[in-house]
């Protein structure tokens, strides 16, 4: 599967307004997720008190490198390390990712339209697919 042009169009279009507020975003959906979720904070318990600035990070750089995502082949061996070490599920990317898209609303506001949603949507759970691969890769030598 890949990635619609329309989506890569839209979050390269986006980039920008996203990375400018990517702390504020990553900060409110961990607000999100530990509300709606808070057996998942376990997960966090030895995480970097950082932990949202490398998340804000992450996420500025799949959205500027959304044509090119060989490019962060090497981020994405060091994210699915550190899910493994910390016992990341499959069944936990769908609760981070509407965590992730509430938080894009809230912070973009009106720019966040249904169109621009829709397509972070398709992005986010395209990653969340090639996370959860690499994941369980290794899950299965470890």
Known sequence: MSLSQSTIDIVKATAAPVAANAEAI???MYEILFAAHPEVKDLFKDADPEQHKKLAMAVSAYAANIDNLAVLSKAVEKMTAAHVRTNVQPEHY?????SLL????????DAATDEVLEAWKEAYFFLADILIAREKELYAQA
């Open 102 to 109: 509430g938080a894009v609303k809230d912070v973009l506001g």
């Open 94 to 98: 769908p609760m981070v990712g509407v």
């Open 26 to 28: 990553t900060t409110r």
